[in-house]
């Protein structure tokens, strides 16, 4: 792998355009600065690698790889971004892919489908691309109880549950809405299955209620020393019984069934 002179960023940089492919570099730095949060994420990733039996043999797509590392849990991936970044395979848009008829085995998406401005657009090209039992698997934001309450008055991002599908054209990462995964899997459920009938809906899952607000995020100080990690882990574990009204996050997985 090139040297990533991306790590040089000064670390009190603040860059307010989060369209400048220089904020995702900064957040690059910042998730491998922070031990607490990089546990986070590879545990992502593991969930990940968990939804793929026999992923080291499987055409697997992450979109909108931003600042992450899933290379270091996932050695095959390919990585992607809309972005020009120079820790990514390859540069193009959700919406049209390089990718051939039924060759991809999997496209994995962290905090990404609510960043895209045509979702529909989206899951049909992902259709177009996926085999025959060919997954999505995406970890987006949660509308939970405590979800909403953090996201609507400690986020910087809109979390709007009575928003249409898509978004207005702003920018790539300056514009969301992190209740559109909601929107369309819960809400309007019966419309996606009625608009995507070869895209089941296989597991939705909340999770995670306390481990990215005590990292600090990507903003933010890390509020506990990073050895207490396991030990915030398996509270969440005891308090797993009442994701629906805690978890910050959702796992989606969609399996192309025909």
Not at 84 to 101: I, R, T
């Amino acid at each position: 792998m090139k040297t990533v002179e991306w790590l040089k960023l000064p670390e009190t940089r603040y860059i307010k355009d989060l369209d400048d492919p220089a904020a995702t570099l900064l957040h690059a730095k910042i998730v491998q600065k922070k031990p607490f949060l990089k546990k986070l994420y590879i545990d992502f990733y593991k969930q990940f690698r968990r939804a793929v039996p026999d992923f080291e043999k499987k055409v697997l797509v992450e979109l909108g790889s931003g600042g992450g590392f899933i290379k270091e849990v996932i050695g095959n991936v390919i990585t992607s971004d809309i972005l020009e970044l120079p820790n990514v395979d390859k540069v193009f848009s959700a919406v049209s892919m390089p990718f051939e008829e039924t060759s991809v085995d999997a496209f994995f998406m962290f905090d990404v489908l609510h960043h895209i401005a045509d979702p529909k657009a989206f899951l049909k090209e992902a259709l177009r691309c996926l085999k025959v039992s060919g997954k999505i698997v995406m970890i987006e934001p949660a509308n939970t109880l405590w979800a909403r309450f953090i996201y609507k008055n400690f986020h910087h991002e809109r979390f709007d549950t009575q928003a249409k599908w898509g978004l207005e054209e702003t920018g790539p990462l300056s514009q969301g809405n992190g209740a559109i995964p909601w929107i369309i899997f819960s809400r309007d459920r019966k419309i996606f299955e009625n608009e995507f009938p070869s895209l089941r809906i296989v597991d939705m899952r909340n999770h995670t209620p306390l481990r990215y607000l005590l990292s600090g995020g990507l903003t933010l100080r890390q509020l506990v020393p990073s050895f207490t990690y396991p030990l915030i882990k398996a509270v969440e574990y005891g308090l797993s019984p009442i994701n629906d009204w805690l978890g910050m996050f959702q796992t989606i997985e969609l399996q192309r069934v025909a």
